[in-house]
């Protein structure tokens, strides 16, 4: 950051970054993959203080391009290529700060605008059509911690309440929401609890809708329905058919830290997760699977994969329940003064002059010449 007054910073970024990957696919390398790609970031970031309130501004611009060749296993014919370019363009300021004074404290105040215009074109020579997708967004945000107690009673202690909100609106998908609450209560120093809840829909990103369609022959994947390995035609890329994902999560913390000598914190957390609508890749090919998307895969008269359209999809629903426990141990490992102590009256013993090399040794050789 470079400070342009008292109150205004400002800073600037950039990066330039190329790379390019070979592999051999197919059987026994029969077939060669090659992505080039190369990408370039520019970033700015402006903050301003204001009394008590402080802003900050944030816009980037990033352009990528991606070319990928897939050779055929065949000699004569032709390379499938794709080529891919992006351009993205962000936008966005936070302003946060005290709104009232209340007898527990302050409550603050987050408040988010921002926008964003995403470009991407995608085509290959494989007979797919061309994707030109142009995205542009805008949401607003806003966030609360309320303080409501803050006693002193071993009971009572601090207790604290959040909640946020935010609405994006997507010109090629239309509007997603978020909003969330949670409370923060430490009864007393020794414990603190945590109780949040989260309920958010997220659209597909760009490339997940768009990329374009690449089809490589002969790659090995291993059907766990016959249990072998099968030499497949694999199609990748985009999927124009994604829906929206939803999300709810509840997440419950405890720590407790029954004494300070030496430092010792229990931890206990839970949290709970449900997605609707969950974009993923797809999954390995298992019975379950093949049932679930009998489009994905295709077998020949005798029952042998032969292709798999492996392109993203979403899954009706996922449940997720995590627990976690642990137990947080330190000390500080100092050295007795004891040992301090014989070791400098050693030392002394030694060298009744000073260490070898030191400044009290040079100053005698001094006084002898």
Same mark, same amino acid.
């Given at each position: 950051?470079?400070?342009?007054?008292?109150?205004?910073?400002?800073?600037?970024? $950039?990066?330039?970054?190329?790379?390019?990957?070979?592999?051999?696919?197919?059987?026994?390398?029969?077939?060669?993959?090659?992505?080039?790609?190369?990408?370039?970031?520019?970033?700015?970031?402006?903050?301003?203080?204001?009394?008590?309130?402080?802003?900050?501004?944030?816009?980037?611009?990033?352009? $990528?391009?991606?070319?990928?060749?897939?050779?055929?296993?065949?000699?004569?014919?032709?390379?499938?290529?794709?080529?891919?370019?992006?351009?993205?363009?962000?936008?966005?300021?936070?302003?946060?700060?005290?709104?009232?004074?209340?007898?527990?404290?302050?409550?603050?105040?987050?408040?988010?605008?921002?926008?964003?215009?995403?470009?991407?074109?995608?085509?290959?020579?494989?007979?797919?059509?061309?994707?030109?997708?142009?995205?542009?967004?805008?949401l607003g945000a806003l966030s609360l911690d309320v303080p409501v107690l803050d006693s002193a009673s071993p009971w009572l202690g601090t207790l604290s309440l959040n909640g946020n909100a935010q609405v994006e609106t997507l010109s090629d998908y239309g509007?997603?929401?978020? &909003?969330?609450?949670?409370?923060?209560?430490?009864?007393?120093?020794?414990?603190?609890?945590?109780?949040?809840?989260?309920?958010?829909?997220?659209?597909?990103?760009?490339?997940?809708?768009?990329?374009?369609?690449?089809?490589?022959?002969?790659?090995?994947?291993?059907?766990?329905?016959?249990?072998?390995?099968?030499?497949?035609?694999?199609?990748?890329?985009?999927?124009?058919?994604?829906?929206? +994902?939803?999300?709810?999560?509840?997440?419950?913390?405890?720590?407790?830290?029954?004494?300070?000598?030496?430092?010792?914190?229990?931890?206990?957390?839970?949290?709970?997760?449900?997605?609707?609508?969950?974009?993923?890749?797809?999954?390995?090919?298992?019975?379950?699977?093949?049932?679930? &998307?009998?489009?994905? &895969?295709?077998?020949?008269?005798?029952?042998?994969?032969? +292709?798999?359209?492996?392109?993203?999809?979403?899954?009706?629903?996922?449940?997720?329940?995590?627990?976690?426990?642990?137990?947080?141990?330190?000390?500080?490992?100092?050295?007795?003064?004891?040992?301090?102590?014989?070791?400098?009256?050693?030392?002394?013993?030694? &060298?009744?002059?000073?260490?070898? $090399?030191?400044?009290?040794?040079?100053?005698?050789?001094?006084?002898? +010449?």
């Amino acid at each position: 950051f470079r400070p342009l007054s008292e109150r205004l910073s400002a800073s600037l970024s $950039g990066t330039l970054t190329t790379d390019r990957t070979r592999a051999l696919t197919g059987a026994i390398g029969a077939q060669t993959r090659t992505i080039s790609s190369q990408t370039a970031h520019l970033g700015s970031t402006v903050n301003r203080d204001a009394g008590r309130w402080r802003g900050t501004w944030t816009a980037s611009y990033d352009h $990528g391009e991606a070319r990928t060749i897939s050779s055929r296993p065949a000699a004569g014919q032709t390379a499938d290529q794709a080529h891919t370019n992006s351009d993205v363009l962000v936008s966005d300021m936070n302003v946060n700060g005290p709104l009232i004074r209340l007898p527990a404290g302050d409550v603050s105040v987050t408040g988010r605008i921002g926008g964003t215009v995403n470009n991407y074109d995608s085509r290959s020579n494989n007979g797919a059509p061309a994707s030109s997708l142009s995205r542009t967004s805008g949401l607003g945000a806003l966030s609360l911690d309320v303080p409501v107690l803050d006693s002193a009673s071993p009971w009572l202690g601090t207790l604290s309440l959040n909640g946020n909100a935010q609405v994006e609106t997507l010109s090629d998908y239309g509007t997603v929401r978020r &909003f969330g609450y949670g409370l923060n209560w430490a009864p007393m120093k020794a414990v603190s609890l945590v109780l949040s809840y989260k309920d958010a829909e997220s659209a597909p990103a760009v490339q997940q809708l768009g990329d374009p369609q690449i089809i490589t022959s002969a790659v090995r994947v291993f059907d766990y329905v016959r249990g072998q390995t099968a030499l497949v035609q694999m199609t990748s890329g985009g999927n124009p058919s994604l829906n929206k +994902a939803s999300v709810l999560e509840w997440r419950v913390g405890l720590n407790v830290k029954p004494f300070d000598k030496p430092n010792v914190t229990l931890s206990l957390d839970y949290t709970g997760t449900r997605t609707d609508n969950g974009i993923v890749a797809l999954p390995a090919l298992t019975t379950a699977s093949e049932a679930a &998307f009998p489009g994905r &895969f295709t077998r020949d008269s005798a029952g042998v994969l032969i +292709a798999v359209d492996a392109r993203p999809v979403n899954i009706a629903r996922q449940r997720s329940d995590v627990l976690r426990w642990g137990v947080n141990f330190s000390k500080t490992l100092k050295t007795p003064q004891a040992q301090i102590d014989a070791m400098r009256a050693y030392m002394a013993k030694r &060298f009744p002059g000073g260490p070898p $090399g030191g400044a009290g040794a040079g100053q005698g050789r001094g006084q002898r +010449a």
